[in-house]
């Protein structure tokens, strides 16, 4: 809904008034957004076109990208399209989506505020992102209109900005649009003075009024009237709110302030989400149902201290049957792999079929992590399977992780077409690559089953995954009409009730099924495949870094450790400048499929660096290489250097030197991907514990005591760092293996300590090279040797060590029972 900058202020005892609230308030406040706000993940969906051809230059392997140099003055050169703009100078996949609109864009920066400036005009910002659906509704119907685009490109000057290239500008904007409205969306809509303050914001707009929804022609016509003729009146209350979200969001730590007691504020995020938890189906709320792994993750850490208690028992349960019903449901892509970004319904069937890095990575993390606390192989096996997806289908040969998959493509069979550029062009549909019909099955599987009374292939599979002849999707569920008589695979029957049912063995009708995906996988490769944004950026890839290497570390997989050591070497390579001490934000692949890099490139933020941070720990737990941990650590200094809050602690989300961001935040909620702050907690005590480091444990605790209000007031909003505070009370376990990396008796050890989920460990190698990275900084464990010659394995608590281990089981056993005296203490 459109946000008008008086209309409500972002703290208490901020009220904004003004009477220009009575004059633009008809005119705007009836404009309803279809994007919400949904348990803290904001709703979005994907839509995109196919990226105009960009300039090319070649990058070999292990090079650093080719730098693509902005022009400063952009001119329109010979095209197939109609209209050209600056837009097609970038590498960002979004942005690159609307160069051909005609509309006059700018991207984000100084030649844009300049404009502004000399010219006296208001700044219209458009954010965004490559596979977000209503993002292209409002590029097809307003963007793409030459009546529209001429008001924008002579009245204001027109900003575009993909979020996921800019999260710092989203962020701004974004807490405007929520703290105004109560909710937000993209494609977000900011109206800005020349000097970059809000005054005007919503989300989607239609072209034309409709109902009681004020069209965009409307909506500008009007911003401009009270631009001409009420600027001072904008401009004040603009600024009123622009304090008053800076008072609002400040996080802060009063003078000698410890953390809050972690027992209790477990406790309390534990309950607050048994309260939302939906028991049926699992997850969290009512539709739509995002996976939120950060929740699933503390849960599971919470029963870790609390596993002897009712309340810790239910909070097992809660994750292994989310994660079960999850891995069942429509949301999980039983033919391709892979997770889905939501469910629209209860049960997790029918999804909005957007696939994104983040998600992958955290939920490849959190099934693993099922199959540790459980045993159950299908928690594993959906974790492999996720890597699967990714290695195949959002990996660049360089070693970087693409950014997301579109939920949308055109139909196999064809659809309607819509003229658009002069030219037919058949449209999009949600899902159209990922759904079948009855009548495809049966084509594909019409063999009878021998020993089934007459059953073909197709009645076993459509039995088990619930495919009906005339679909099996909710008319409720498919606003749009996208996918009548498609059905969306969710397994209904166990494989034992699909065998009894049918009079099969459990393995022959596991092997019905196992070939039957792997045929309509091929299937699908003959579609036209959703647009995939091959962004690549640090903070996701550093995600994906943890993912594979903590699979791989429980699995044993060498494939998957590989493939995370190839990673880091391609952040190290591409993403990290040595001579400046900075990591990247991104970096983009080319249509020749090499690298390409803009100039300047956009510099790192802190979930940059702490993702890259964490994974990095948890690829060196996983790889026991230390040039991994070595990297860590320069990190960690940088991002101190870089974002620390010295007066109030914390981390700001940004450079807070950049005077063209406005606020400067500290995320305070783990949403779709865990805060930067939360993580950086967590970082900084592994880090303590491997470098001897006393000041990044107090700094840690510094952190944790600046969140310490919301931490004790809504806790379920940093389940991630609840985790990092629990870690804090309950101290980590230093776990030292003495043994060389390969020898088969320390692979043994090593495999005892994967096996487990161990939240409160760190987990190190010693070869006897006094001299190694580790015993400089650690002087004590050059006292630690191998006895009788084979590898032993020491743990560590509170400055006092275990006698020595040589034997797995017993490794095994003394970890599990560190578990139960954390517990008695």
């Known amino acids: ?168 500008v989203d962020k701004v904007y974004m807490t405007f649009i929520q703290a105004t409205s109560g909710g937000g969306g993209w494609p977000m809509s900011v109206w800005l003075t020349p000097d970059l303050r809000p005054f005007i914001g919503g989300t989607y707009f239609p072209p034309t009024d409709h109902a009681r929804r004020p069209g965009l022609k409307t909506v500008l016509t009007r911003i401009l009237e009270q631009w001409q003729n009420n600027r001072p009146a904008l401009e004040s209350n603009g600024e009123r709110i622009l304090e008053a979200l800076k008072k609002g969001t400040a996080v802060s730590a009063n003078p000698g302030e410890t953390p809050p007691s972690a027992p209790d504020v477990a406790q309390r995020c534990f309950q607050q989400l048994a309260h939302s938890y939906e028991e049926e189906y699992g997850g969290f709320r009512d539709a ?42 429509g949301i999980h892509d039983h033919v ?19 696939k994104m890095l983040y998600d992958q990575a955290q939920l490849a993390v959190a099934y693993i992590t099922a199959s540790q606390v459980s045993g159950e192989q299908l928690f594993a096996d959906v974790a492999k399977d996720i890597l699967l997806y990714v290695s195949r289908d959002l990996s660049d040969k360089s070693g970087g992780f693409y950014s997301a998959e579109d939920a949308d493509s055109v139909p196999a069979s064809g659809g309607p077409e819509k003229k658009e550029g002069g030219a037919d062009k058949i449209e999009k549909r949600e899902g159209a690559f990922c759904v079948w019909t009855a009548a495809e099955v049966r084509d ?50 166990s494989v034992e009730l699909t065998a009894a049912r049918f009079g099969l063995s459990v393995d022959r009708v596991s092997e019905l099924l196992s070939a039957a995906r792997a045929k309509m996988a091929d299937v699908r490769k003959t579609r036209p495949r959703p647009h995939l944004d091959t962004k690549m950026l640090a903070s996701w890839n550093g995600l994906m870094l943890s993912a594979y290497s903590c699979v791989g570390a429980v699995l044993e997989d060498k494939a998957l450790l590989e493939r995370a050591v190839q990673a880091a070497n391609f952040l190290k390579e591409n993403l990290w400048d040595a001579e400046r001490q900075t990591v990247l934000r991104s970096c983009y692949r080319g249509e020749d499929m090499e690298l390409q890099q803009i100039s300047p490139p956009i510099s790192g933020f802190l ?11 948890d690829l060196y737990e996983a790889s026991l290489q230390t040039q991994w941990l070595q990297w860590a650590e320069q990190l960690q200094l940088r991002q101190d250097v870089l974002f620390w809050d010295q007066q109030d602690g914390g981390y700001f989300c940004s450079d807070p030197n950049d005077t063209s961001i406005l606020l400067q935040l500290k995320k305070d909620q783990d949403g779709a991907e865990p805060s930067a702050n939360s993580v950086s907690a967590s970082n900084l005590l592994r880090l303590s514990h491997y470098t001897g480091r006393h000041d990044w444990l107090l700094r840690s605790e510094q952190l944790l005591a600046a969140f310490s209000d919301r931490l004790q007031r809504v806790p379920v909003a940093l389940p991630e760092m609840v985790q990092a505070l629990m870690a804090h009370h309950y101290t980590l376990r230093e776990i030292v293996i003495c043994g060389q990396r390969e020898a088969p008796d320390t692979l043994s050890l090593l495999s005892a300590v994967h096996s487990l989920f161990l939240p409160h460990k760190v987990l190190m190698l010693i070869d006897g090279d006094a001299d190694s990275y580790l015993c400089q900084r650690l002087p004590h464990l050059s006292s630690m040797s191998q006895q009788g010659g084979v590898a032993t394995a020491y743990v560590c608590q509170n400055f006092t060590c275990s006698p020595p281990v040589t034997d797995p089981q017993e490794l095994r056993r003394l970890l599990l029972d560190g578990n139960t005296e954390i517990l008695a203490e």
């Open 444 to 493: 594909l599987f019409p063999e009878v089953v021998e020993g089934s009374s007459g059953a073909t292939q197709a009645d076993v599979f459509m039995h088990h995954y619930g495919v009906k002849e005339l679909g099996n999707v909710d008319p409720e569920q498919d606003p749009h009409g996208e996918l009548g008589g498609q059905n969306v695979l969710i397994v209904r029957y």
């Open 288 to 329: 739509p149902k995002f996976p939120t792994p950060v929740n699933l993750m503390f849960l599971m850490s919470f029963w870790s201290v609390n596993r002897c208690s009712s309340e810790g028992g239910e909070a097992l349960q809660m994750a292994l049957h989310t994660l079960r019903m999850m891995a069942r449901g």
């Open 336 to 354: 391709a792999q892979g997770f889905h970004r939501y469910s629209t319904d209860i049960s997790w069937h029918v999804p909005h079929f957007e």
């Open 1 to 168: 809904m459109i946000t008008l900058a008086w209309r409500r202020s972002a703290c208490r005892n901020n009220r904004v008034d003004s009477a220009a609230a009575q004059l633009l308030a008809a005119a705007f406040l009836a404009s309803e957004s279809p994007l919400r706000n949904s348990g803290g993940n904001l709703r979005c969906f994907g839509l995109i076109h196919p990226r105009p051809p960009s300039i090319r230059s070649p990058l070999h392997h292990h090079q650093q990208p080719a730098y693509h140099r902005r022009s400063s003055v952009f001119m329109s050169m010979a095209s197939p399209h109609k209209h050209t703009n600056r837009l097609s100078l970038e590498r960002s996949p979004y942005l690159l989506q609307h160069a051909h609109n005609p509309v006059d864009w700018y991207p984000w920066g100084k030649e844009a505020f300049d404009k502004a400036k000399s010219e006296d005009k208001p700044i219209f910002l458009s954010v965004g992102y490559s596979t977000c659906h209503w993002c292209h509704v409002m590029e097809r119907e307003s963007f793409e209109d030459e009546e529209i685009g001429k008001f924008l490109s002579d009245n204001f000057v027109c900003i575009k900005v993909d979020r996921e290239e800019r999260p710092d």
């Open 607 to 617: 979930d940059d660096y702490a993702f890259l941070v964490s994974g990095l720990l």
